[in-house]
């Protein structure tokens, strides 16, 4: 288990790459069943270092960005642009312990940056209709968004 850091630490927020694919897999690994649910929408992936090293690219069609506390990696959030559009597809993770404290809401600010710079007009992402916390950092990120519910699962689309 990691060291607890100092309540006062500051949070930083920074793009991934390459260098954080262990932080990107300890992040995950520590999830919660409950928390991997909602991210997932089922167990884990087999093999997180293969998913870490996806999700730490930063390339013309794919972007994270981490939020660290006493340089422990404690959020992230990443989008995939979709083919031949303006439209990237997102997720969004944040330590359990570190959650209802205004890191998720930063990190899709944080995001929203270099999806601007690559011209994305829209992120979307699928989120299960129990996972409030989600629903609530929509709403308090003051972005404009639409949702649709559809076969159990509500579709959210993020004006940038």
Known sequence: MAPIPAPNAPITFRELDRDDVDAVVELHAALDERDSYYRFFGHQPRNLARMAD????????HCAVGAFHAGRLVG???????PSSRTAETALVVAHEDQAHGIGTRLLH???????????QRLVADVLPSNARMMRLLTDSGLPFETARQDGVVHIAIRL
Do not use: K
């Open 54 to 61: 996806g999700l730490s690219t930063n390339d013309p069609t």
């Open 76 to 82: 992230m959030a990443n989008f995939v642009v979709l």
């Open 110 to 120: 944080e995001l929203a940056r270099p999806a601007r710079a690559r011209g994305i």
